[in-house]
């Protein structure tokens, strides 16, 4: 099952991390605005819960696929990981925020660059977790390399599938360019902070 070109089970676990991201952003803009320990106190529980949640909101959103699919005598393999992934997701991208985009005077600028961080990271899985291929017909997974792929048209040479594989060192190699375009992104955010006018005390 394909929603486009992504597989449906990771499309939904994507979907599930956006609508938690945006629930855990605003509770932690909430939570900046107030001066109250029990306001703050429950924004930062709430926040665990949309992150913890996350696999339990990712199951039933599948469930209904699940069914139908069983129904017309197709049993599918529910990836349950997946859920818990979509958690780790949303996990990251605040502890990226608050590590590598650490907040300015001038809050909206430092808004920007974290919307910017946010979208590198869930652009970035959306890449990785899309058929570059012919779905159906091919795969080929992983961005800018390939990790995972297989193919209809089978080709054994001396009792190797060259047809389809997997590659940790790939996945691997994916991870380290999404880490570095970070840690540049980063880079530059503390670099224009750094470039930035100081507050002159004349009037």
């Known amino acids: ?35 109250r320990h029990i306001v703050r106190g429950i924004c930062s529980a709430g926040v665990v819960v949309a992150v913890l949640a996350c ?30 992934y979509s958690g780790l997701l949303v996990f990251i991208v605040p502890l990226g925020w608050h590590f590598l985009f650490p907040k300015r005077a001038d809050g909206a600028v430092t808004r920007w660059w974290r919307v910017g961080f946010a979208t590198l990271i869930v652009g970035f899985t959306v890449l990785n977790i899309t058929n570059w291929c012919s779905p159906g017909w091919c795969g080929r997974f992983g961005f800018p390399f390939a990790y995972s792929w297989w193919s209809d048209a089978i080709i054994v040479i001396n009792g190797k599938n060259l047809s389809a594989g997997a590659s ?36």
């Open 1 to 35: 099952m394909y929603i486009g070109r992504i597989p449906f089970f990771p499309a939904v676990a994507v979907f599930v991390s956006l609508v938690s991201l945006l629930v855990v952003t605003f509770l932690l803009y909430f939570r900046g605005l107030s001066a």
């Open 55 to 84: 696999p339990a909101v990712y199951t039933v959103a599948t469930g209904p696929a699940v069914a139908a699919a069983r129904a017309h005598g197709q049993f599918i393999d529910q990836p349950m990981e997946l859920g818990w």
């Open 168 to 203: 940790i060192v790939a996945a691997v190699a994916n991870l380290i360019v999404l880490v570095l375009a970070a840690l540049a992104l980063s880079a530059s955010y503390r670099r224009t902070g750094a470039q930035a006018p100081a507050p002159s005390n004349s009037p």
